[in-house]
């Protein structure tokens, strides 16, 4: 089959598009570098700003508890999300597994708010404190779905005969599961973990709700500083944010590539 060429209109349909998202972004980087301490005149080259956030004890605190909330929450939700993907994926009625899905598709595309007032309603009525503890678990909580839509289709993609042919050679679940299933699944595992690790890091209404006194994360912290006014060190914060984010998205295609299956084994 030959490659069709791309219409005008759609090529420009795609500038178009990659203008709304990227511009705002790169004049946000562009001014973070402005000596005016403004977004209006440019008057010229400085640093200034990332010193005043590096010297800010404060919000570098935040920035860890930020980053240790996303590790965590990324890393608890992929173990919990593995395992909901195979129970899912272990079914064998095909009604079961669907409202099993969907169940867990709700959460995903049910509002923020709707989430972040149910998490402060249940630990509220349970007593737990507001602060580290619920904002861990409120992200452990949105995060599992993510993992399962990200591992639930490697599963799906496996061919049956793989797992039959490991017990037909004399391999153990334990085997068949370390040996065959969690290395076809590797790539959607990864998926799952750079998009809980994302979505911990970007979220902002559920953190909203959850976090207490003592406690707070960056799109919070972010919020309250732009709400007293405009400074430019959140424009060098949003920058360092933006280019960790592109670090992530490199190592995880990386990632991605290397681990692409080309062809299964199965060892005794």
Not at 59 to 85: D, E, K, Q
Not at 180 to 188: C, R
């Amino acid at each position: 089959m030959g490659n069709r060429k791309t219409s005008p209109l759609s090529t420009l349909f795609l500038v178009l598009i990659f203008a709304i998202l990227y511009l705002p972004i790169f004049f946000l980087v562009f001014y973070s570098f402005n000596s005016g301490g403004s977004m209006y005149d440019f008057e010229s080259f400085t640093l200034e700003w990332y010193r005043e956030l590096f010297a800010d004890t404060r919000l570098l605190i935040i920035v860890l508890n930020t980053l240790l909330i996303a590790l965590l929450s990324a890393l608890i939700s992929t173990i919990i999300g593995v395992m909901g993907a195979i129970a899912i994926y272990s079914f064998k009625n095909r009604r079961t597994k669907s409202t099993l899905l969907s169940l867990n598709n709700v959460l995903i595309v049910s509002p923020d708010v709707i989430i972040g007032a149910s998490f402060l309603i249940l630990f509220t009525m349970a007593g737990i404190k507001l602060g580290m503890y619920s904002v861990l678990l409120s992200h452990i909580a949105f995060c599992v779905p993510i993992v399962v839509l990200m591992v639930l289709p490697k599963l799906l993609e496996m061919s049956p005969t793989l797992i039959d042919a490991a017990h037909d050679l004399g391999a153990s679940r334990w085997d068949v599961m370390r040996k065959v299933v969690l290395p076809y699944i590797t790539p959607g595992i990864f998926a799952g973990f750079f998009m809980a690790l994302t979505y911990s890091l970007d979220d902002f209404a559920v953190t909203f709700f959850v976090t207490g006194n003592g406690f707070t994360t960056l799109s919070v912290e972010i919020y309250s500083l732009a709400r007293r006014g405009i400074a430019l060190n959140i424009n060098a914060l949003s920058t360092l944010l933006f280019l960790f984010t592109i670090v992530l998205v490199i190592v995880y295609y990386f990632i991605t590539v290397r681990n692409k299956p080309t062809g299964m084994g199965v060892r005794r």
